[in-house]
């Protein structure tokens, strides 16, 4: 080769190689780049056709990537070319004959004028990526530094292939952990630098009543717009304080947080966390967000309960105590009648306690997932609600009690024992919460396919602000006459779970005329 033709070829090769840099650095996809590399590869040897083929990281095999100068519906005549003779660093010559044996028997099959093939490895570093097969047809021949002059554009597709796989793993982390944000059960919020919205997911866009696409792009302080604040500092004020300092922890908020387009408020809990680089300059703020409201409704209630069940104890206990001291005194003669008044007192408030303490167990074994049913299949309900009534009939002086049931109303299957505590609950209430006296009707009715029995009473109502805790776990009715009567507030709780493992339901309505009505089904099988 002389040296004007040795120039001539250098020129030509730098001027693919450009075109080829060109379409690298352009938006075009592997396939489309990899043709091109070939096309280029081919017409810079004056071949006649090429074929790439690429192994998959994933499974052992080869695949073909880009093909030029055969017919598509020619390629898989070319498997055992492709698939046959592999490929062994440093041991290529030896393979050129059988590579070309298995062309020679492919161009017989399909009629192509091909009579030679360069295999050439697509290496980056030390890893082999996939091979470039070029063929020759005709009169002409490879020289023997075909395989030299074709080594920079091998370079170049292994150096495609591995930046568009690099770019897949990448979309693919991204993609990833953009899924992991979205569908957290916690809020995730990223800010910028400037504390503009990056990220808003779709718990976040649930507790805060914010469009995911209408909170990003807005100000931290325009989004997030505090009602009441628990914690010392909104994120804005502690950032002008010179958060965060090096090795600061990270900013806990808290506060009731005005929800979007309602008149109400929730209790959220904001831990921010800033990013910093490698010189100590933050980049992002990533916000943990929790709703708290549930929480800090049952942290309330607790104490209630701890409250309420230390007076429930005290007052028996006193009452016990007191009486027993006074039929002890040494100095006392006391009579038949007053003996009698005084033990039977006693006994009647050791049956609250041992009320109390039931219900206390009831709850316990409820939580510990332990609550179970004796069931009976002979239950007569009107027998039950008419021995309830005649129970709490003398206890009062200023309420009519009156039953309301059909002559053939069914026997059921059930717990004898929990369904009468549920009817000893619901007739209490209708007491407790009718101070004033009235009528209580105890009703029962019958469905095709249930049962159902009602306590009515014309007592204060519920108000709707507190109907969704009526069920709740230690909860009673905010207002004056509950905190003067007694209560735990495990009655409707353990009387909505003791019909709920009956296959039942309860539930309540305020009266037209005054009063609440509380029913409960029973399945009649």
């Known amino acids: 080769m002389s040296t004007r033709s040795l120039v001539d070829i250098r020129i030509l090769q730098r001027e693919y190689l450009l075109a080829i840099s060109r379409a ?8 489309d780049l990899l043709r091109i590399i070939l096309q280029s590869a081919v017409e810079f040897v004056g071949g006649r056709a090429g074929i790439i083929v690429l192994a998959d990281p994933h499974i052992e095999t080869l695949r073909v990537a880009a093909v030029y100068g055969i017919p598509p519906h020619m390629v898989n005549y070319f498997e055992p070319l492709l698939r046959g003779v592999p490929y062994i660093s440093g041991r290529e010559q030896d393979a050129l004959p059988e590579l070309n044996r298995h062309l020679m028997e492919i161009a017989k099959k399909v009629d192509l004028d091909l009579n030679q093939v360069v295999r050439l490895p697509m290496g980056y570093g030390n890893e082999v990526i996939g091979l470039i097969y070029m063929f020759q047809s005709g009169n002409s021949h490879f020289g023997q530094d075909t395989a030299v002059l074709l080594s920079s554009f091998a370079q170049q597709a292994a150096i495609a292939v591995k930046n568009a796989r690099l770019y897949s793993q990448v979309q693919q982390e991204k993609q990833r952990l953009s899924a992991i944000l979205e569908q957290s059960a916690d809020g995730v919020m990223i800010l910028d630098e400037q504390l503009a919205i990056t990220v808003f ?8 009543n914010w469009k995911s696409a209408d909170a990003i792009g807005q100000q931290h302080e325009d ?39 309602k008149n109400n408020h929730i209790m959220l809990g904001i831990t921010y966390a800033p990013l910093l680089d490698d010189n100590g300059r933050m980049t992002n703020i990533i916000a943990n967000i929790r709703d708290l409201t549930r929480y800090r409704e049952e942290e309330q209630l607790q104490k209630t309960f701890i409250s309420v069940v230390s007076h429930e104890l005290k007052t028996p206990v006193s009452i016990i105590k007191g009486y027993a001291g006074t039929l002890r005194r040494q100095d006392a003669h006391w009579s038949p009648e007053i003996l009698d008044e005084s033990l039977a007192i006693i006994e009647e408030e050791a049956d609250s306690l041992t009320d109390l303490i039931d219900n206390l167990l009831e709850a316990s074994r409820l939580q510990a997932g332990t609550f179970s049913l004796e069931l009976s299949e002979e239950v007569m309900l009107d027998r039950l609600v008419t021995a309830v009534m005649r129970k709490f009939n003398p206890q009062s002086d200023n309420h009519t009690f009156t039953l309301d049931f059909p002559d053939d109303f069914p026997a059921v299957w059930g717990d004898e024992r929990r369904l009468t505590q549920v009817l000893n609950n619901l007739v209490s209430n209708a007491i407790k919460y009718s101070p004033d006296g009235g009528l209580i009707t105890l009703s029962g009715r019958i469905h095709p396919d249930h049962v159902t029995i ?28 509950s905190r003067q009567t007694e209560g735990t507030g495990l009655g409707l709780f353990l009387s909505k779970s003791i019909v709920e493992a009956h296959n039942g339901r309860i539930w309540f309505n305020n009266n037209e005329n005054g009063g609440t009505t509380f029913t409960f089904s029973l399945p009649k099988e």
């Open 201 to 208: 997911n779709r718990a976040l866009s649930n507790m805060t």
């Open 24 to 31: 690298l650095t352009a938006e075009l996809d592997l396939p």
């Open 223 to 261: 989004v997030m717009v505090w009602q009441a604040l628990k914690s010392e500092m909104t994120l804005e004020q502690a950032l002008d304080d010179g958060w965060p300092l090096p090795g600061a922890a990270h900013l806990y908020v808290e506060g009731e947080f005005a929800l979007r387009g």
């Open 454 to 481: 009602s306590v009515t009473d014309e007592g204060i109502g519920i108000p709707e602000h507190q109907r969704h805790r009526i069920f709740q776990q230690f909860s009673r009715l905010d207002n004056a006459l």
